[in-house]
């Protein structure tokens, strides 16, 4: 009994330990945005591959999926071939309002049909309002999914890397303002989640993307890094890559601020110096990597592709990608590394 009891508490501190507080901003398939905190635990996730244990530290953003049912797929397998065959008005009627009642986890049976070349059936001469497009149409409709919506959920690590398969959870339970309250996962669209490092040693690789991390774009421009700094603290980043800013003519950028313009053939630093240098000015141009330590911060301090400093405050470590003016059609994105001293 004794040894039963120590693996119990045993188990029980490790999964106590595995958990993070995490500032989350919960966005719902109705469109409001629900912003608080939670606690996480590192993530089970299934994939078509096996089963992953997904340390929730590196998870910055999870797309929930529509999800698969089995028993939802077979029921609609014969709701589909009812629309795919019959003439009749009044049965296909019947089969359509049972299909849209099956509610979203009936796409996946809807696009899985749409997939299989033997249900194309070129002699349905069927002209009226009860088709699968129809319910297809309908059922995203009543649960507000747009078009895009994956089936799984997707996860993205690090700010960097995508992932597919099922996260089961039922629900998220987040601490706002306004109290506490308990989100059903089939009522959420996505989740970003942001965990603080805490000071100390060690790198940490981001990507910053043109058609988002924009300093100019008061909607997620900036990357919360989730890495907190302290007053004095060492700490260096290192960017490459290449991005295509529609807002400046479809010029071309790199993270020293080095630029052609979409007719040339080579790049020119600013001011026409070395390019291996890049820049001495201080402040950032265009194209440049900048940061700011602190949520609160308006600061656009130049990074450019290399530096090496110290923080001047204590706070989390945001970067972004310099320009004033944000255009969705950017292009491209740059690879980041921040590097973490001792103070």
Do not use: C
């Not at 999964?15 to 507080?21: D, G, L, N």
């Not at 089969?95 to 349905?124: H, M, S, T, V, W």
């Amino acid at each position: 009994m004794k040894k039963s009891t120590l693996l119990i508490l045993s188990l029980i501190t490790s999964i106590t330990f595995a958990q993070k507080q995490a500032d989350v901003s919960l966005e719902l398939l109705d469109g409001n945005l629900i912003k608080g905190t939670t606690t996480l635990s590192d993530i089970d996730f299934v994939t078509a591959y096996g089963k992953l244990l997904i340390p929730i530290t590196k998870v910055s953003h999870i797309d929930i999926g529509i999800g698969k049912d089995n028993a939802v797929s077979e029921k609609a397998k014969s709701y589909l071939k009812i629309l795919n065959t019959s003439n009749s008005d009044d049965t296909r009627k019947g089969a359509y309002a049972d299909l849209i009642k099956l509610g979203p986890k009936a796409i996946n049976a809807i696009q899985d049909f749409y997939n299989d070349p033997k249900n194309n059936n070129e002699e349905n001469t069927y002209t009226g309002e009860f088709t699968i497009d129809n319910a297809l149409s309908e059922i995203k409709s009543n649960s507000n999914i747009t078009s895009d919506a994956p089936i799984e959920d997707v996860l993205a690590l690090e700010n960097n890397y995508t992932m597919g398969g099922n996260y089961n959870f039922v629900k998220m339970d987040v601490k706002t303002e306004y109290g506490s309250l308990s989100v059903p996962k089939e009522k959420i669209k996505s989740v970003d989640i942001s965990i603080a490092v805490e000071p100390g040693k060690g790198e940490f690789n981001f990507k910053l993307i043109a058609s988002k991390h924009i300093s100019g774009n008061t909607n997620g421009g900036w990357l919360k890094t989730n890495v907190m700094l302290k007053v004095g603290q060492r700490f260096t980043i290192n960017a490459n890559g290449e991005v295509t800013l529609a807002s400046l003519s479809n010029s071309k950028y790199k993270p020293d601020g080095s630029s052609k313009a979409e007719s040339a053939t080579e790049f020119t630093s600013v001011g026409g110096g070395d390019l291996e240098t890049g820049s001495t000015y201080s402040y950032p141009s265009y194209g440049n990597v900048v940061y700011r330590i602190g949520e609160n911060s308006t600061e656009n301090l130049k990074a450019g592709a290399k530096f090496n400093g110290t923080a001047k405050t204590s706070g989390m470590l945001l970067i972004s990608i310099y320009e004033t003016v944000y255009n969705a059609s950017n292009k491209g994105a740059y690879n980041v590394k921040v590097g973490l001293g001792n103070k």
